[in-house]
């Protein structure tokens, strides 16, 4: 079964740091893109990113432009486990955070989700 | 980048109805667009991709269309457990881009 999970959400001051984790299971995580996408209370879906794998070629990684600059994607194909770096954090990076396995370049399985609170 | 709009923002049906959601791209992507749907308190499910590909597990009652810039979801008979909210995705350039959202409920 594909199964993603997401780890290391949790309430964090503006302005700092926070890494978010997405363990993986069931596939062959080096085939696939790994992308990211939040949703603010309330709020509607956005894409936050992706990490793509060695056969996409190109770019490995794309970010949305709210988070350029100070977000990272990263992989590590090895342990199947794909990061989401989060750096000077601002309240409305709020959201619950999923990562998701892309097929076809669309989010075809989702994790649960793990919760970032930014607040002083 | 690419700003997706739908149509309407809400919309009320009943058991049975059709209903047909509206996607649009402020430019051409081809058919790189997917549909999603999300219910209350639940994770977003991928129902189509590359505008009319229906994602496996997904009922019939479910269809997509349109390319370059115009894209519908319709759905043929509306059952219990289709209300809920849906969103369109494009994927053609990065960054990739959501819709707002149309919310389904009686």
């Known amino acids: 079964e594909v199964q993603l999970v997401e780890s290391g959400g949790g309430l964090v001051q503006p302005g700092r740091s926070l890494r978010l984790s997405c363990t993986t299971s069931?596939?062959?995580?080096?085939?696939?893109?790994i992308a990211w996408v939040r949703q603010g209370p309330g709020q509607g879906l956005e894409w936050v990113g992706v990490s793509r794998n060695k056969a996409s070629g190109g770019t490995r990684t794309e970010y949305a432009t709210s988070v350029r600059g100070r977000f990272i994607l990263s992989r590590d194909d090895s342990k199947s486990i794909a990061h989401l770096q989060m750096n000077s954090l601002k309240p409305e990076d709020t959201a619950v955070y999923y990562c998701t396995r892309e097929e076809f370049d669309a989010s075809e399985t989702w994790g649960q989700g793990t919760l970032v609170t930014v607040s002083s | 980048d690419i700003q997706m709009t739908q149509s309407p923002s809400s919309v009320s049906a009943s058991v049975g109805d059709g209903v047909t959601i509206s996607c649009r791209a402020s430019q051409g992507i081809g058919s790189w667009l997917a549909w999603y749907q999300q219910k209350a308190g639940k994770v977003p499910k991928l129902l189509i991709y590359?505008?009319?590909n229906l994602q496996g597990g997904v009922p019939s009652r479910f269809s997509g269309s349109g390319s370059g810039t115009e894209f519908t979801l319709t759905i043929s008979s509306l059952q219990p457990e289709d209300f809920a909210t849906y969103y369109c995705q494009q994927s053609n350039s990065f960054p990739f881009t959501f819709g707002p959202g149309t919310k389904v409920d009686i």
């Open positions: 590359g505008a009319s």
């Open positions: 069931g596939f062959a995580f080096g085939d696939y893109a």
